[in-house]
């Protein structure tokens, strides 16, 4: 043998080794690439973002990562309290892009009712969105339970809120009571 | 086949098979997991590869290869069989007539198939016939026949199609762009079959021995004799 051709095997053997050892960590890093994958569409599956702000915003809660915009929430408020509710709603929207938050949530939840209550009647469309979102507060919430401690409330609990909510769209004896329009808001 | 294509290639194709096949655009957009119908139908189609020789699992799963290579060779299975769920629930239709119609339609059709022992390259040309025609069914026929309508005479007829047919056959409206990544997400299935592993046919001529993966189980020449 030629020392060229020496020469070559040793390039041609070394460079086998080198597959050789490389194959085990291709094989390990398919394995964490596909478990990772596989992780992350099952839980697309189980929380139906509906936006890409929704799945970074999804991921980052469930490292404990999510902050909501506060300066967006503090416009909320405001707004909510001076009873623009839908703008308080856009708000607070935008502060929980990604619907990770119960508070904000249970306040979306809130405006949802106010906007809909009404001394003669409760506004369906409305309650269904505000019920919908406190149960998703509810869903976000440890144990699910949510207590805002807000003077400016009536109502403190997603509970409370929760029961206001389905009683204003159920349709029962108590909603042909001439005394409801003395009723007070919550 | 390369340990990057059996370990990173083939399950991230086939989970992305199943991730695209699974988005939903209505009025909000949706992910459909595969149906159970579907899982019955990508086992039966594993089968079905198993036995034409599109896919040889004992090159993917086998007492000899290591433990991680086994596990790769066993996210290749799984993850196959979740993206053949996804491509039929796909391409069936969501309500009515037309969706059990066209599962039955396919079950027999693969059964068929199955019954007729075709080699690699016949099932793959059947299978994308198959899915070619009920993602027209469903996609293009059904969608005309469900969305709305352009014109008063088209809504009119619309309106005496379901008349006709007591409303069994209108789907739910969908975007267009669904239509668009069902087709992309067969497109992917049909490639990620087409690279899985195939039986290895060895052959010996006059004491040498040949290699060929994936050939059909009839050869012209009779001097060729087959090993499996």
């Given at each position: ?21 490389r ?15 596989g ?78 209550w ?46 206001e909510?389905e ?20 | ?21 699974a ?60 993206a053949?769920?996804?491509a039929?629930?796909l ?90 990544l ?36 009839a ?10």
């Amino acid at each position: 043998m030629s020392s060229n051709d020496a020469n070559t095997s040793g390039v041609y053997r070394s460079g086998r080794q080198s597959s050789l050892m490389r194959e085990p960590l291709t094989r390990l890093l398919g394995l964490a690439a596909t478990a990772g994958y596989g992780v992350l569409i099952a839980w697309l599956f189980a929380h139906q973002p509906q936006s890409l702000t929704e799945v970074t915003g999804g991921l980052s809660a469930t490292v404990g990562a999510y902050r909501i915009d506060q300066q967006a929430f503090d416009d909320g408020l405001r707004l909510f309290r001076e009873d623009q509710f839908e703008a308080a709603v856009s708000a607070f929207e935008r502060a929980d892009a990604a619907k990770r938050d119960a508070r904000t949530q249970f306040y979306i939840a809130y405006a949802y009712y106010r906007r809909g209550w009404s001394r003669f009647y409760e506004d369906d469309a409305w309650f269904t969105k505000g019920l919908e979102t406190v149960n998703r507060a509810i869903a976000l919430a440890p144990n699910g339970r949510i207590v805002v401690d807000d003077p400016e409330l009536k109502m403190h609990t997603a509970d409370e809120l929760k029961a206001e909510l389905e009683a204003g769209l159920r349709t029962d004896l108590a909603d042909f009571n001439p005394f409801r329009v003395f009723g007070a808001r919550k | 086949m390369t340990a990057a294509r059996e370990a990173l290639q083939l399950p991230i194709l086939f989970l992305t098979v199943l991730l695209l096949g699974a988005i939903h655009v209505a009025d909000r957009v949706a992910l459909r997991p595969p149906s159970l119908f579907g899982l019955v139908m990508g086992v039966v189609l594993l089968g079905l590869l198993v036995r034409s020789g599109a896919l040889a699992p004992e090159r993917l799963m086998h007492a000899t290869r290591s433990r991680l290579a086994n596990l790769n060779g066993l996210t290749v299975i799984v993850s196959c069989v979740m993206a053949a769920a996804q491509a039929f629930t796909l391409v069936t239709p969501d309500f009515g007539l037309p969706r059990v119609l066209v599962s039955l339609f396919l079950l027999v059709l693969l059964l068929n198939t199955l019954a007729a022992s075709p080699d690699r390259s016949r099932v793959l040309r059947s299978l994308l016939v198959i899915l070619g025609a009920t993602f027209t069914l469903k996609f293009v026929v059904l969608a005309a026949l469900s969305g709305p309508a352009d014109g008063r005479l088209a809504r009119a007829l619309q309106i005496l199609f379901e008349g006709v047919t007591l409303g069994a056959v209108s789907q739910e409206a969908m975007h267009p762009s669904t239509g668009y990544l069902a087709f992309v997400t067969l497109v992917l299935f049909m490639v990620g079959l087409a690279l899985l592993p195939g039986r290895q046919i060895t052959r010996s001529i006059g004491g040498r021995s040949l290699a060929k993966i994936g050939a059909p189980r009839a050869l012209p020449d009779p001097d060729l004799s087959e090993q499996r």
